[in-house]
């Protein structure tokens, strides 16, 4: 199928790793051009040498930190036009409500919900109208409540009904907005946490992949799963999609 992706600009946060680079090479596989972000020089660096190397499109890099709004701002004036926004940076720490110290609960919405919000109010003007979109990629435990992943189920919660009402005033533009819950994904980071769980059970680091055994299907979803469902739901060929949040969890 083609998704009529051909030349279009897709900017994406956290698009160095993960779910993030996933997408990217996604967008470049339909011949999209990207505009990666991220915090670090070297990792995007690696990131658009890995897909330069093998699509031909245009890859620009911008290094910030989209936890401050200084870095967003000076992020805007450095896009001069984009069809499509994934908001996809940001990783917000496990643990209960007393786990949890103010500033730490602060310093993560900072950069997955402010952030989200921030740079979708900062690159609105100079997104596409009408047929611009824009992803976002929240996580599930938003709409599964969980007392010791307090601060990310309470910061996705805000982000899924963000996207949903957002989605009402930008369907006037011609914008559509939605979003995503993945369940788990074996990014590189979550590979990290379960082999460090794996060390703490079994004393073996290289018996990870049991503690997915009670997961759906035995395993959690290839960061590639993820990226195609973005890249659908932002193509033409979704294109009456929008206030919809739509779950990836393997029915979890």
């Known amino acids: 199928m083609d998704l009529e992706l051909n030349k279009k600009q897709v900017l994406i946060t956290g698009g160095s790793k993960g779910i993030g680079l996933a997408t990217a090479e996604t967008f470049a596989r339909e011949g999209a051009n990207l505009i990666l ?3 670090t020089d070297k990792d995007l660096h690696i990131a658009k040498t890995t897909l330069s190397s093998r699509y031909d499109v245009n890859i620009q890099t911008i290094s910030a930190d989209l936890a401050t709004p200084t870095s967003i701002e000076t992020l805007a004036r450095d896009v001069n036009s984009v069809d499509i926004i994934i908001n996809n940076a940001g990783a917000i720490p496990p643990g209960s409500l007393f786990d949890l110290t103010s500033e730490t609960w602060r310093r993560a919405w900072d950069l997955k919900v402010h952030g989200y919000i921030d740079l ?3 690159l609105y003007a100079k997104l596409t109208k ?3 979109v824009i992803v976002n990629i929240i996580g599930s435990a938003g709409a599964s409540p969980n007392k010791d992943y307090i601060c ?6 805000a982000l899924m009904m963000f996207t949903r ?3 009402q005033q930008a369907r006037a533009d011609g914008v559509r907005v939605v979003g995503i819950n993945p369940g788990p994904v074996l990014t590189d980071r979550f590979r990290m946490l379960l ?4 060390e703490r059970q079994y004393s073996d680091a290289s018996r990870w ?4 055994a009670g997961l759906p299907f035995g395993r959690a979803a290839a960061p590639e799963e993820i990226g195609d469902a973005v890249a659908f739901l932002a193509s033409p060929r979704s294109a009456y999609t929008t206030g919809t949040i739509v779950t990836i969890d393997g029915g979890l």
């Open 37 to 39: 972000v991220a915090r």
């Open 120 to 122: 979708t109010r900062a």
């Open 130 to 132: 009408p047929d611009g």
């Open 152 to 157: 990310g189920s309470t910061g996705n919660a």
């Open 165 to 167: 009402s957002f989605a």
């Open 195 to 198: 082999q460090a769980e794996a």
């Open 209 to 212: 992949q049991d503690l997915m």
